[in-house]
Nanobody, 123 residues
Framework: VQLQASGGGLVQAGGSLRLSCVAS????????VNWYRQAPGKQRELVAT???????TYVDSVKGRFTISRDNARNTVYLQMDDLKPEDTAVYSC??????????????????WGQGTQVTVSS
């Protein structure tokens, strides 16, 4: 199983970006998925979560601006980021609980990190 994050870039304040987190491999289901971010010199922060049932939670600083969603048919979770602010600048990574097959053919729930994608918001 592999997890890949993409969609970052450079945008002006007030602009939008959509991040994607795509899972591939021998997957039965994608359970809870988290988006984290880490700015230079700061601790990693949990930004948004979506459960397998579609329940979403957000850190207060992004509520009303960011939307996390999922497309189970595409094994993809999105983070739509609107009204971006310079303080949103960070490396964003996804972290997922995935039910799949390991190399031994055993079914289980494991956690995976997608590689980070840089989001830079200019003022």
């Amino acid at each position: 199983v592999q997890l890949q994050a993409s969609g970052g870039g450079l945008v002006q304040a007030g602009g939008s970006l959509r991040l994607s987190c795509v899972a591939s491999g021998r997957i039965y289901s994608i359970n809870t998925v988290n988006w984290y971010r880490q700015a230079p010199g700061k601790q990693r922060e949990l930004v948004a979560t979506i459960t397998s049932g579609g329940t979403t939670t957000y850190v207060d600083s992004v509520k009303g601006r960011f939307t996390i969603s999922r497309d189970n048919a595409r094994n993809t979770v999105y983070l739509q980021m609107d009204d971006l602010k310079p303080e949103d600048t960070a490396v964003y990574s996804c972290y997922a609980y995935i039910t799949g097959l390991d190399n031994a053919g055993l079914v289980g729930v494991r956690t995976y990190w997608g590689q980070g994608t840089q989001v830079t918001v200019s003022s």
